[in-house]
């Protein structure tokens, strides 16, 4: 009687685990990001000033949690908070929150997502404005949002490799200058995933 108490209490402890760890992932990721029509500052010239603007490539790191809600089979829907950042003069910060829709087929060991977010997008670039002081950082603030795609592949029941993940989206230039043009941006990311 005592080892069929423990055989069942083990199965019980195994299979709770099992429904847990499909609850909260948390990942961490290379994250790459494309800005496009960024403002970098003004040159004065003799009609006026004229803004400046420029494209750049951050490379940093990003990370985030997903809280996976409504599991409907092989569909998994959750809700996703992530964020990046890439310190320095010419660098990127992010914070976005968003729905992620995870598919797991039961006969292919990849699991793809597509996932939109919303959120605060922050980029620094040097300042060319006439008279900025050398090497000075010229900040831009945006509300932005992105939609992304990626591929998971299952590493351990625990852990997955976030083998690719690319997103595209766009700024507005909320918090700044309300005559700043929108942002283009592009993420290419890659990463571990763990389930708890």
């Known amino acids: 009687m005592r080892r069929i108490m423990m055989v069942a209490t083990l199965v019980l402890l195994s299979s709770a685990t099992a429904v847990h760890a499909q609850g909260i992932s948390i990942y961490a990721t290379s994250s790459n990001s494309r800005f496009s029509n960024v403002q970098t500052g003004a040159l004065l010239t003799p009609s006026g000033p ?7 490539w951050t490379s940093g790191i990003g990370g985030g949690v997903t809280f996976n809600i409504i599991p409907v089979g092989p569909v998994r ?7 990046s950042t890439r310190p320095g003069t010419v660098g ?13 087929p039961p006969l292919i ?23 900025a002081p050398a090497n000075s950082t010229f900040n831009n603030q945006y509300a932005a949002w992105e939609i992304l795609g990626g591929i998971d592949v299952p590493i351990a029941p625990f852990l997955d490799f976030r083998a690719i993940e690319l997103g595209g989206g766009t700024g507005v230039s909320v918090f700044g200058s309300p005559n700043a043009p929108n942002v283009s941006l592009f993420t290419v990311n890659s990463g571990l995933v763990v389930h708890f």
Do not use: E
């Open 109 to 131: 060991r990849l699991k793809p997502y597509l996932q939109a977010s919303g959120g605060y997008l922050a980029t620094r670039t040097v300042n060319v404005s006439t008279g």
């Open 92 to 104: 990127s910060d992010s914070a976005m929150a968003g729905i992620k829709v995870g598919f797991h």
């Open 77 to 83: 829907v959750g809700l996703d908070l992530r964020g």
């Open 50 to 56: 004229q803004n400046q603007y420029t494209n750049f």
